[in-house]
């Protein structure tokens, strides 16, 4: 990887980027028959990826580093998981998305898998443990 690519890759920009693009595509695909309320649905799943993206790795940072124990494996990836789930469901009912379902399972299965390695991650390079 040449240098200025693997600067791009780590850039909070292309992230948000990404998650808009990515997400937003499969609200889209999700809604596709729907017409004009596939591409709103696809436009409020963009903009509530990037903004996930760009908030959840600084909240689990901050939730890992003032717990303890077992706790602070759960708790992060639970709490962040049940914050998200909600937001999605709340903003795509506001907007009328026609398959709410369909819509947030991929963005939040995404983000709470997220949620639970990277938790892990930050604990276990905080305890030391081995393989982190």
């Known amino acids: 990887m040449t240098p200025s690519f693997a600067k791009l890759a780590r850039a909070t920009p ?3 980027a990404f998650a808009f693009l990515a997400m937003g595509g499969w609200a889209l695909f ?3 028959g729907h017409g004009q309320a596939a ?3 696809a436009l409020g799943q963009g ?7 760009l908030l959840l790795k600084r909240a689990l940072e901050a939730m ?4 303890s124990g077992v706790i602070a494996y759960l708790a992060p990836p639970a709490l962040s998981a049940s914050l998200i789930l ?7 009912r506001a ?5 709410i379902a369909a819509t947030i399972a991929v963005p939040w299965s995404v983000s709470t898998l997220y949620a639970i390695l990277y938790t892990a991650t930050l604990v276990r390079a905080r305890n030391g443990t081995p393989g982190s």
């Open 14 to 16: 292309t992230h948000v």
């Open 30 to 32: 999700a809604n596709r």
């Open 39 to 41: 591409w709103t649905a």
């Open 47 to 53: 903009a509530m990826s990037g903004v996930i993206t």
């Open 64 to 67: 890992a580093a003032r717990l």
């Open 86 to 92: 909600v937001l999605l469901y709340a903003a795509h």
């Open 95 to 99: 907007i009328g998305t026609p398959q």
